[in-house]
């Protein structure tokens, strides 16, 4: 009801209340950017993975930019809401033991962000470091984006301290933690080659992971 316009409202507003539940917790969220991301066109945000409470101040804070997330299949079914998005919002669900489907899903995602001015959320590492260290990117999926999108902007994300909450399992939470996300400068997909701009890319936001 109400399309998707209605559908990415409730689920900015179902992120939003996510983070308040965490402050609770005592978990502060610091969005460093001091950069004024192009708006008007896709970008293609990337960032470290620690925890899947990256995902809610990402969708929060870029919410004007229609972020849409790369996500394997098992997350598409028993998670209350979240499944649900991940299947109707404008994302995809890959499989990561069949490199060449997944490698055709990010080909027809890629069209379908350019066609719809939406914009990706890669997490190239493609699982989540359970102590903050950072490891080494996937890259196929990335090229991919960035050879068919050669139009976007990309945002370098470094997440910090996500971990953390998750540092006892899923019970208990980590208390008190201080997550901060510090977006790096955006630059156009054109202004290189696809694997030199992952190369960079990767450089950047490891080397502010502390």
Not at 20 to 33: K, P, Q
Not at 103 to 118: G, I, Q, W
Not at 128 to 154: E, H, I, Y
Request: overall charge positive; charged content about 20%; glycine content about 8%.
């Amino acid at each position: 009801m109400g399309g998707y316009e209605a559908h990415k409202k409730s689920v900015d507003i179902f992120n939003f209340f996510l983070l308040r539940c965490l402050n609770i917790l005592g978990t502060n969220f610091n969005v460093d950017n001091p950069y004024k991301i192009p708006a008007g066109k896709p970008c293609i945000f990337v960032a470290n993975h620690q925890g899947m409470f990256d995902i809610p101040p990402i969708i929060w804070h870029f919410r004007k930019y229609h972020p849409k997330f790369i996500s394997k299949k098992e997350l598409g079914k028993g998670i209350p809401g979240i499944s649900f998005n991940l299947r109707h919002g404008g994302n995809i669900l890959i499989d990561r033991k069949n490199g060449r489907e997944a490698l055709t899903k990010m080909s027809r995602f890629a069209d379908y962000l350019n066609e719809h001015n939406r914009s990706a959320v890669i997490f190239p590492e493609g699982t989540r470091s359970r102590t903050g260290a950072p490891k080494k990117f996937a890259v196929q999926g990335l090229q991919m984006l960035f050879k068919k999108m050669p139009n976007a902007t990309v945002v370098p994300i470094t997440i910090n301290n996500s971990w953390k909450l998750f540092r006892y399992g899923n019970f208990p939470m980590g208390i008190g933690v201080n997550l901060n996300l510090k977006v790096h400068e955006p630059f156009s997909v054109g202004s290189q080659d696809p694997v030199s701009l992952v190369a960079q890319v990767e450089r950047t936001i490891t080397a502010d992971i502390k």
